[in-house]
């Protein structure tokens, strides 16, 4: 079993026998949000200085939000009017992510610009509903041994498509682009 080691900047990565494999920087919250960006990809991506506005017809909120990450290059004010600007060019509800601690916003000015404007948090929480891999191993095509084996595929095909389902609705066309936008 491997064991994680934290000091307050690095992790020490080790594994059995107390092999150490490596010391990482803890990453920051801005900075695993912007790795996390990186694995969905909006069709349509521009920036504001150091945020990043994003939009997909709609399909997920991360991916038809924007992502204050730095400085935008202007006056919270007038980057805030921007982004709803943009939005409103695309025909979507502007949508802000304000990337936090578990401790909670701590006084962020935009998350207080935002809420003297009227702008509301998002209700509700996300759901991601998985199974074990050995569930989904059994319920795949046998593999040539006739063990029950799992197809890995690059895209996802017309059937895995016709099965996926975004609020109760088949994906729209932006879909298959975001789900693939992984580097």
Known sequence: MGRRLRS?????????????FGVV?????PELEEMAALGWQ??????????????????????NSTLPLGEPGLRLPAAVDAVQQ??????????????????GPGGDPLDRLLARRGWTVRPGAAVVMTAASSDVARAGP????????????????AAWLSCYHYRGQPAPAAAEQLLISAP
Do not use: C, N
């Open 25 to 29: 920087p803890e990453p920051s919250i």
């Open 8 to 20: 307050r900047d690095l992790t020490v990565v080790g594994g059995p026998g107390g092999k150490q």
């Open 42 to 63: 909006a069709g349509e991506q521009s920036r504001l200085g150091g945020w990043l506005l994003r939009a997909a017809e709609g399909f997920t909120g991360r991916a």
């Open 86 to 103: 943009w939005y409103h060019e695309r025909g979507l509800r502007p949508m802000v992510v304000i990337p936090y601690s578990m401790a």
């Open 142 to 157: 046998a593999g040539p041994d006739g063990a029950p084996g799992v197809e890995i595929s690059g895209r996802p095909d």
